[in-house]
Every structure is written in C-alpha cells, then in structure tokens.
C-alpha cells in the first residue's frame, strides 16, 4: 500500500525515524480537504506511544476534513542545512502516514498532559493543571495511528 522509498540508501532506521519525531517541535499535517484538494497545516504535537498527539479547537477545516476521511500524513523536518556552494541542503526528515481520530473526553486530559510536558518539561504539576484547566473547555485532542513511517538524510548525512 505504500511506496518504498526510491533513493533507499538515504532512508534512516525505524529508531533514527522515531528520534527524529521524538525530537521535533513541529510538523505539517497534509488531510484531504474540501473539494479533493489537499489541506496542510503546521502543527505542534507529541510522539509517544508509537503514536502522534496533537490539540486544535472543537471546529475547522481540520476536523471536517478528518470527519470525512481520517487518513493523513504527517511530515517533520529535522534538520535543513543549506549548503549554497553545493546547491543542496544537508537534511534529514520523517513522515508518517496513518488514520486519526477525535479523541474522546475520557482520554483527552492523559493526552495534553503529555504534549504539554513534552513543551515545558520543568513546569509543576500544579501549574501544568491549573493551565490545562484554563483551556480545557474548548480543547480537542487527536490521536494518529502510524501505519507506515520513514525517515530521509541527505546522502551526505548517511552513515
């Protein structure tokens, strides 16, 4: 169902994948959106799990979209060093593909709590909580289930 990579002595290993999306503080998420014509949009998130967590608001294009189709991807970019006497960039990148869901109320606390660690690591429980709390209402949480991932580097970045 999915492409192997076609330049596959640029393609990282699972574990370098997993770091890679682990270390990022950002991604784009491409779904299908109105009309057939793709939307991406840039998002924070979290890796945890083997899985992908990201927050938005309870409405949008996002979520009309994934209502109506929950396959998407989602693409980190790592590193993306220009090397202008080469005319390349030296980089290093995952995406991933998978489905999302809307995760329900249950779940969705244990969901940004983990995605607000990941962004303020040192912060007190108390604060994270109360901050939480705050913003709680109006919160959406998505959960992405990775059915196919994998990661590129510059031939100049393999090993």
Sequence with gaps: ???EMRRKNQLLSDAETAEILERGTSG????SGDGGYPYAV???YVYS?????????RSGHKLDALRNDPKASFCVIDRDNVVKEEYTTYFKSAIVFGKIRIMDESEKHGAIEILAKKYYPDDSAEHRNKMIDAEYAPLCMLEMTIEHMSGKAAKELVK
């Excluded at 799990?49 to 608001?57: E, L, R, S, T, V």
């Design 1 to 3: 169902m999915f492409r």
């Design 42 to 44: 840039p998002l924070s």
């Design 49 to 57: 799990g083997g899985k992908i967590y990201f927050h938005c608001a």
């Design 28 to 31: 784009v998420l491409a779904v």
